[in-house]
């Protein structure tokens, strides 16, 4: 029986990237939120992730991986 593998530290991200400031005109512009929504925070996914690829969220003490794939799309694992 083999051991299992260890998963490699995940990157913390820097204080600028955990606390992201608001998105620009044009960014905000851009996303399709219908007016009949409550007003909901939006976050920048390439702000979280510092302008790499992978962010860790923790939410209750567990700890979450948000990846940007090449492809342009989020995969959050836990």
Do not use: E, F
Request: with cysteine; net charge positive; glycine share 8%.
């Amino acid at each position: 029986m083999t051991a299992p593998l260890a998963r490699p530290p995940l990157p913390r991200p820097s204080a600028a990237a955990a606390v992201p400031g608001p998105l620009p005109d044009r960014a905000a512009a851009a996303l399709p939120l219908p007016d009949r929504l409550p007003a909901v925070p939006v976050h920048d996914a390439r702000r979280l992730t510092g302008g790499g690829a992978l962010a860790a969220i923790l939410l209750d003490g567990q700890c979450y991986t948000l990846r940007i794939t090449k492809a342009g799309r989020l995969i959050l694992t836990k």
